[in-house]
């Protein structure tokens, strides 16, 4: 046993010192660029604006006049922020991310059925802190790894466990887009679920309701529609179907363009995650189709990569996990051209280095499509061919 936790201590030792070196590293860069992270202090100006009763969404915010996009519920979860100098704010949020970092490895080695040791878990940790949707998380001081561990800490939870869907709901209470996988959990049959989530966000609706009840009517009725609020759509931080049709079309208002392909891939990768013989393909892209088929995805929204690089080494699918992680890793979307509205003058052949994400998340919808289509005409033949696609994706 002695020789059991030695040897431990002695893998653990690089791993927790390859961390510290990446963690110190990230922190460095931040302040000799001296970040803003801009969004971070977004938060802290909503959770002030709660505090003091001012317009939630009637105002800008910050110095560079931005828009609070979330519900009323986030607002609230905000408040703690108001009373924190900028110093302290972003110290916090980047201990923050690299604890939700930490988390959602662990959780996507679990979820890939391959859980991670205390070596591992480091090593991984260290090395994700760079791929670009997580170092944007940090350098924007954003809460995309809270609500991604939200929402795969509850459905990796046991079948049957207590409340499972309530975190699920409270994640789509703060940022809509999870609210995907609940039209997933009603496809898959699991209405409890559902339900469980259905409840959980309404009851973030009415808190907000009941302690924000202007600016709820306003944001429900009025705020959750005007897309613009968020951002430009056709800037190469965007990476959905919208952007990539807006960017190839040289059209900032691409209209029905990008809504007739995003709802067929919001119908098709719903299907294909339903007929999904594993689980875990099954949450993948439901994700992914979540993130293609929004409005605005911004690179930072696609955190989902981690559960995703997991899941294709558990299946031994190494070289498609290396090249997911490069795809994550070589910010091609900012070797382009982009500043002022170059976005929109971006040359055909420089199209695929715009919006990397949207064609990786398009090619693995594809790529399940092919693997579930039906071969044979025979029940029989059928019955195989469900048996031998269900053992190739384990």
Not at 43 to 70: I, M, N, P
Not at 281 to 299: K, R
Request: with cysteine; hydrophobic share 55%; aromatic share 8%.
């Amino acid at each position: 046993m002695e020789e059991r936790t030695v040897a431990l201590r002695s893998h653990a030792a690089p791993a927790l010192v390859l961390l510290a070196v990446s963690l110190c590293a990230l922190a460095a860069l931040c302040v000799v660029q001296h970040l803003h992270m801009s969004d971070a202090l977004v938060y802290r100006d909503e959770g002030r604006a709660v505090l003091h009763g001012r317009d939630l969404y009637g105002v800008t915010l910050t110095q560079w006049r931005l828009s609070a996009t979330y519900p009323p519920f986030a607002a609230l979860l905000f408040v703690p922020t108001a009373w924190m100098p900028a110093p302290v704010l972003k110290a916090a949020f980047l201990a923050g991310n690299a604890l939700l970092l930490a988390w959602l490895v662990h959780l996507s080695a679990r979820f890939a059925g391959r859980p991670a040791g205390l070596p591992l878990l480091c090593t991984v940790t260290a090395l994700a802190v760079w791929l670009e949707p997580v170092f944007q998380t940090f350098v924007y001081g954003q809460i995309n790894l809270a609500v991604t561990c939200l929402v795969l800490w509850d459905l990796t939870r046991p079948p049957g466990a207590r409340g499972r869907g309530l975190a699920l709901g409270v994640a789509t209470g703060i940022k809509l887009t999870p609210g995907l996988f609940i039209v997933y959990l009603l496809l898959k049959g699991r209405r409890r679920e559902a339900a469980t989530a259905a409840a959980g966000f309404a009851a973030t609706v009415a808190l907000g309701a009941l302690v924000l009840p202007t600016a709820s009517v306003d944001f429900f009725t009025r705020r959750l529609y005007e897309t613009g609020r968020v951002g430009k759509p056709w800037i190469i931080d965007n990476q959905s179907i919208q952007g990539l049709v807006a960017r190839a079309l040289r059209d900032p208002a691409p209209g029905l363009a990008w809504l007739v392909p995003s709802l067929v891939v919001a119908a098709a990768g719903l299907w294909l995650a339903r007929r999904a013989p594993d689980e875990r393909w099954g949450v993948l892209l439901t994700a992914v189709t979540a993130l293609l088929v929004s409005p605005i995805s911004w690179s930072h929204h696609w955190v989902w990569c981690i559960p995703l690089i997991a899941v294709l080494v558990a299946d031994g699918h190494g070289r498609w996990a290396v090249f997911t992680a490069v795809v994550f890793t070589a910010r091609t979307m900012w070797l382009v051209p982009h500043d002022g509205d170059l976005d929109l003058h971006v040359p055909w052949w420089q199209q695929p280095l715009a919006s990397p994400y949207v064609l990786l998340g398009l090619g693995l919808l594809a790529a399940l499509a092919l693997r579930l289509r039906p071969v044979a005409k025979g029940p029989g033949d059928q019955l195989s061919a469900r048996i031998s696609s269900a053992s190739t994706m384990r």
